[in-house]
T-cell receptor
Framework: GAVVSQHPSRVICKSGTSVKIECRSLDFQATTMFWYRQFPKQSLMLMATSNEGSKATYEQGVEKDKFLINHASLTLSTLTVTSAHPEDSSFYIC????????????FGEGSWLTVV | GNSVTQMEGPVTLSEEAFLTINCTYTATGYPSLFWYVQYPGEGLQLLLKATKADDKGSNKGFEATYRKETTSFHLEKGSVQVSDSAVYFCALRRGGSQGNLIFGKGTKLSVKP
């Protein structure tokens, strides 16, 4: 079946540095990918919708300059957390919509980010 | 606005027990409803879905019926197994088939042998 791969699964970075998380659709072309964030004991909150070849659409309250999203190809979207701070520590998960598969949404495994 | 509320966990059951995880939603229009499952160390997987009122989604022994009158989509299984231990998320999709998902907070299920 369709698979979405997310990398890295865990990352620790120092405060003030930037970290990139990749989301790949392995066997389908995803024109749209979504990035979510999950705080402890909270729901998955949509951060932004990423469309291939265009700028991402951010949800209200999400800082565009802090969470840079690039969807340069039909199989890859990246989320870069810039100038990371400890409060950015969270679980980030991407999903990709398969337009050839009835618009089914598949999720990556998620990435645990810890900023120290 | 659109939102999903599901029962808080954790839920701990013995093997072969009956499972119900409640989910209610608030939405304009007629959203599609989903249950996703996240097994330890893995990403979210679609468990079942229903796209219109009175539809019943089912998979792996789990069932949920789209009840518009009560705005609910409760997840049930008649006899749980240890392998069902996971976090279950109820979700709705806004904006038709092109929309993103809105999730509940998730309910952790632990099944003891």
């Amino acid at each position: 079946g369709a698979v979405v791969s997310q990398h890295p699964s865990r990352v620790i970075c120092k405060s003030g540095t930037s970290v990139k998380i990749e989301c790949r659709s392995l066997d389908f072309q995803a024109t749209t990918m979504f990035w979510y964030r999950q705080f402890p004991k909270q729901s998955l909150m949509l951060m932004a919708t990423s469309n291939e070849g265009s700028k991402a659409t951010y949800e209200q309250g999400v800082e565009k300059d802090k969470f840079l999203i690039n969807h340069a190809s039909l199989t890859l979207s990246t989320l870069t957390v810039t100038s990371a701070h400890p409060e950015d520590s969270s679980f980030y998960i991407c999903s990709a919509r398969d337009p050839g598969g009835g618009n089914t949404i598949y999720f990556g495994e998620g990435s645990w980010l810890t900023v120290v | 606005g659109n939102s999903v509320t599901q029962m808080e966990g954790p839920v701990t059951l013995s093997e072969e027990a009956f499972l119900t995880i409640n989910c209610t939603y608030t939405a304009t229009g007629y959203p599609s409803l989903f249950w996703y499952v996240q097994y330890p160390g893995e990403g979210l997987q679609l468990l079942l879905k229903a796209t219109k009122a009175d539809d019943k989604g089912s998979n792996k022994g789990f069932e949920a019926t789209y009840r518009k009158e009560t705005t609910s989509f409760h997840l049930e299984k008649g006899s749980v197994q240890v392998s069902d231990s996971a976090v279950y998320f109820c979700a709705l999709r806004r904006g038709g088939s092109q929309g993103n998902l809105i999730f509940g907070k998730g309910t952790k299920l632990s099944v003891k042998p």
